[in-house]
């Protein structure tokens, strides 16, 4: 395999491993963004030991190993904070987020969810989960108190994810 | 009632905005249930996912995207499962329809609607189903049936997400209520017959009539109750019932085997159980704490206040936090004299997040109405010095002698935190917290040689001042301390 051949395979296999690998570091990690640092770092380290994966195993697996380092080195490095998980709840959490299978949301789930919401309540769930949107922020521009403006998110969230869950299910008996 | 509160936390952490001894609770939840795993895990890949969206596609342009992902093969058990749960609920959705069909002829009310939230099906009326989202406020796409102050005939309620919950009253004052994703059918006809098919169902139980307690079918255990509160959840293959007070008896539908359940326990009724009930005692907010009260500005009542967990002796404990969200206080109903002296004893033990240099801070303080909510002017503060242990529970006291200025105003005390190391994220816990009161004569108050000067009558010697409890033991504990 050339360097080139090597590189599109590498970027194909990224591409389709990346969404699971972000939503298992979004267990373990408290922000987004930290998710996405973690998630390049671990794809960084994936490309310089990509001769080391054997071909014919679970990519998906293998990189995950690796986001998992890479999410506990992370952890070391910041500040003790009650985002951050407790050294046996956070391997808790690693290793059974990183079972085969875990991941049953898909991008379809979800937007065929979001359509069937409220205009004004999907804009509203997606604008608050946009990068670099603070929801206290929001809730000021929305005239509401930030325990009410709460309660509307995570409300969203519930419907949302009875929906996801209930068409999961479905697909599953058809 | 509890998965919504793990909910909250869930989120509260995923949204960055968790406090200290919320983060402490989620975590011991996380820890010991595989449950509150899997629903931790279900929020975060969900949250995970609108973040995609949200990221890639920006708000408005929604509509326009098609999926794009790549599917990642389910298991094969996964469709079992779920093929067997649909199967079972279309199962168990036909039985219970002979449970109430009876009531729903004769259409006599048994049971009155005292609060509906979020989305429900009600089916009752002779099949006749009513869907309503909204609360009692917004509530405006509801049917007559399913408001607050409705009669009832009988039926099946299911809530259709996670923050649905609706509460009845059955006309011998007994109450229930269903949380989230939980389906109830109901009867009365002389003796009350329930199904939960799945879910979480808590209620408090009038005496029943003698030969017909309240009977609660679910697909793994019958519970017979005579009177009494509790709560109980089921799922696929289990039952879980937590008793608070009185007793309930539990028979396993698998093989028939009984117990009596009593208050503060908890009991598992599935196939490969134990059917063994176990102690245990909730944590309590705020707003179910006597006395005390989280007086911090941005406050929430309904964040934890005392638990089991951690305990120093076998009863609950307060949990302290240095997040400025929480300041338990109180009024303690004493009106300071010149010349009182204060003495204040606890146990504390530092907990998750407690740097070194963390003290706990015993506040005694007045205000320029007399009221708790008044300006305060703090005349003590009592500090616990550094934690000298880890994970064992050490004594922490103090003591002052009020100034005259602070004379015939109301006491209040706060149990506050002192940061030392710039981080506001410290937990700690502490119990049997004692203030007393030692009351020493105003100087200038006649001594035993005046009136020996003035060869008057030998007065009998006055008292020797005596300490007085004014929090401590039963008194004014806010249920963390030792009975």
Known sequence: MNDDDRYEAFTRLLMEHAPRVRSFLRGLLPSWSEVEEVAQEASLVAWRKFDDFEEGTSFGGWLLTIARFEALKYRRRVARSPLVFVDDVWDLLAEEASGEGVQQIRRRHLEGCLEKMDISKRELLLKVHSPGVVMREVALQAGKSEQAFYKIIQRLRAVLLDCVSKTIAAEGEA | ?483
Do not use: C
């Open chain 2, 1 to 483: 009632m509890k998965n919504s509160k793990l909910v909250t936390r869930i989120v509260a952490w995923l949204d960055g905005r968790i406090s200290g001894a919320e983060s402490e609770a989620l975590q011991q939840e996380l820890r010991d249930s595989v449950e509150a795993r899997t629903i931790f895990n279900r929020y975060s890949e969900l949250d995970a996912s609108i973040r995609e969206v949200a990221d890639t596609e920006g708000v408005g342009a929604f509509s326009q995207v098609s999926g794009s992902s790549v599917a990642i093969p389910k298991r094969a058990t996964s469709y079992y499962v779920k093929s067997s749960l649909v199967i079972a609920a279309l199962i168990i959705v036909a039985f219970t329809a002979v449970l109430y069909v009876q009531d729903v002829e004769t259409g006599r009310s048994i049971a009155r609607v005292t609060g509906v939230n979020g989305t429900l099906t009600w089916t009752g009326n002779g099949g006749k189903i009513v869907q309503g989202a909204g609360s009692t406020q917004t509530g405006t796409r509801w049917s007559n049936v399913l408001s607050e102050g409705a009669e009832l005939s009988g039926g099946t309620i299911e809530g259709m997400a996670q923050d649905s919950w609706f509460e009845l009253e059955f006309h011998d004052g007994s109450t229930g209520m269903i949380s989230g994703d939980s389906i109830l059918t109901f009867s009365d006809q002389g003796q009350k017959k329930l199904r939960l098919k799945q879910g979480r169902f808590s209620a408090d139980v009038k005496p029943q009539p003698e030969g017909k307690p309240m009977l609660i079918h679910t697909p793994s255990a019958v519970l017979e109750v005579i009177g009494t509160e509790f709560g109980v959840e089921v799922k696929a293959e289990s039952t879980t019932l937590y008793v608070r007070e009185g007793k309930v008896q539990v028979r396993r539908v698998y093989d028939g085997r009984t117990v009596d359940v009593l208050a503060n326990h908890r009991v598992v009724a599935s196939a490969d159980s134990d059917m063994s009930p176990q102690f245990v005692v909730p944590e309590r907010t705020w707003a179910q704490t006597p006395v005390w009260r989280n007086i911090a500005s941005s406050g929430d009542q309904d964040s934890i206040a005392t638990q089991e967990a951690r305990d120093y002796d076998g009863a609950r404990n307060l949990v302290l936090s240095e997040e400025l969200a929480i300041l338990p206080a109180q009024d303690t109903d004493y009106i300071i004299r010149s010349g009182d002296f204060f003495e204040i004893r606890y146990e504390w033990m530092a907990s998750m997040w407690w740097a070194a240099q963390d003290q706990v801070a015993i506040r005694l303080f007045t205000t320029d109405n007399d009221l708790i909510s008044g300006t305060p002017t703090t005349f003590a503060t009592l500090l616990s010095g550094p934690s000298t242990t880890t994970g064992t529970y050490q004594a922490g006291s103090g003591s002052v002698h009020v100034p005259a200025t602070e004379a015939r105003k109301r006491l209040f005390v706060a149990i506050d935190t002192q940061d030392g190391a710039g981080e506001l994220h410290g937990v700690a816990h502490l119990d049997d917290f004692q203030l007393q009161v030692t009351h020493f004569p105003e100087p200038g108050s006649p001594r035993l040689d005046d009136f020996q000067l003035q060869e008057a009558d030998f007065p009998d010697p006055p008292p020797a001042p005596t300490a007085t409890i004014i929090i401590g033991g039963r008194v004014r504990n806010g249920d963390f301390n030792r009975k």
